[in-house]
């Protein structure tokens, strides 16, 4: 079955930098696009970045952009996010999924992996 595990995250200051790795497997990987999201509680997952399946194709949510890097090794069936100048605002848990811009599978997320950004 189609699964994510999602890592990396932690405990950071502001200003600080976190990689996040997705680990996929169940479809094949480089058929898909890829993306991450991100929730607080209380509030909807909402989409941060994607990536297509070539690695292209890459969008970013407005309060990310300049800020984190989103990018993927079919080789290794992983996709990562890169997060730079990280901000209280970014303090959330975050998800992957397969497709670019919207979830394919959304009865399959991750546990996720929580990043908070305080000093």
């Known amino acids: 079955q189609v699964k994510f595990v999602e890592s990396g995250g932690g405990l950071v200051q502001p200003g600080g930098s976190l990689r996040l790795s997705c680990l996929a497997s169940?479809?094949?990987?480089?058929?898909?696009?890829m993306s991450w999201y991100r929730q607080t509680p209380n509030k909807e997952r909402v989409f941060v970045a994607g990536v297509d399946f070539r690695g292209g194709g890459i969008n970013y949510a407005d309060s990310v952009k300049g800020r984190f890097t989103v990018s993927r090794d079919n080789a290794k069936k992983t996709a990562y996010l890169e997060m730079k100048d990280l901000k209280p605002e970014d303090t959330a848990m975050y998800y992957c999924?397969?497709?670019?811009?919207?979830?394919?599978?959304?009865?399959?997320w991750g546990q996720g992996t929580q990043v908070t950004v305080s000093s």
């Open positions: 169940g479809f094949t990987f480089q058929a898909y696009g």
């Open positions: 999924n397969g497709g670019s811009v919207t979830p394919v599978w959304v009865e399959s």
